[in-house]
């Protein structure tokens, strides 16, 4: 396996695997260098939506993928499709979020496959939150170590979301009551490294345990800028057969909406989690 770092925050391209035909001394190696690099991409893959499922299974089984739809005969690999006849340009996922923070059981990690791409843009960004939280202030650590904070899907699958609109050719479902909000720690530790990180994101993290969202957003508005600037993050290009697999435990993600008129058609399935581990207070 040859592994080339993308940035110096986060990524890298592992060369010379097929993810179709993994070894136990393949897998011992990625979740090595899942752990270092958080973000892996593998060119030149050969997958299709049974191949995507075997491979979720080695890395632990299907997460649960509430909203969205998966295909027929493979309700968790998801269609992530934007066609290029289109009526709105936004894409899937294009606000900085890690996968499913209102769940209990938050997915460990998501794998996205390129099947079709645009002839440029769609790119992928990533932000390290091990560094977001490293980089804080001794003083800033100390104040958020104690924090729970709320998530909660209602603002992309709330009553008053509007993600079907833009997304014609994916099938979305959404509440019709306001969605349960689900604690977890603001500093979580990685179950693998040890290591914490500034978990919050600005899709789902809705407010701090015990104060309200007004109370709550100019701390979380000041470390969501903060979480994903420029040195924490890296940005994947894609292209037909790229497979690339992130950690949910210590990133977050964002797509670009910058292909209007073209098409990008990807498989996605999560991995199952566990429920995200304080900091020690
Ligand atoms: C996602 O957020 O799950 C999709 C990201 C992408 O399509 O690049």
């Known amino acids: 396996m040859n592994i080339t770092p993308i940035t110096g925050a986060l990524g890298a391209e592992v060369d010379t695997i097929d993810l179709a035909r993994l070894t136990e001394i393949d897998l011992t190696n990625l979740d090595k260098a899942f752990d270092e690099h958080l973000v892996l991409v593998f060119r030149d893959q050969s997958l299709d939506p049974a191949s995507l499922l075997t491979l979720t299974n080695q890395l632990g089984g299907p ?148 104060m309200t969202e007004a109370e709550s957003s100019p701390l979380l508005k000041y470390l969501n800028d903060w979480a994903v600037q420029p040195s924490f993050t890296c940005r994947v290009q894609w292209r037909p057969g790229t497979l690339v697999m992130w950690d949910n435990r210590c990133t977050q993600h964002c797509a670009t909406s910058d292909y209007h008129g073209h098409r990008r058609a990807m498989l996605r399935t999560t991995v199952k989690g566990d429920s995200p581990i304080a900091a020690i207070r």
């Open 63 to 210: 997460g649960q993928t509430p909203y969205l739809t998966g295909l027929p005969g493979y309700p968790d690999v998801v269609p992530i499709i934007k066609e290029a006849n289109e009526k709105s340009p936004k894409s899937f996922g294009s606000g900085w979020h890690t996968d499913f923070t209102f769940q209990a059981e938050p997915p460990s990690r998501t794998l996205l496959y390129a099947e079709d791409t645009p002839p440029q843009g769609g790119d992928t960004l990533f932000s390290n939150l091990y560094k977001a939280y490293d980089r804080l202030s001794n003083g800033l650590k100390a104040m958020l170590n104690p924090l729970n904070a709320m998530h909660s899907a209602t603002r992309s699958y709330g009553p008053n979301s509007n993600l079907q609109h833009d997304l014609e050719n994916m099938t979305i479902g959404k509440e019709t009551d306001e969605p349960e909000e689900r604690a977890h720690p603001v500093i979580r530790i990685h179950p693998n490294t040890g290591r914490p990180c500034l978990w919050i994101n600005p899709t789902y993290t809705i407010r701090f345990e015990g």
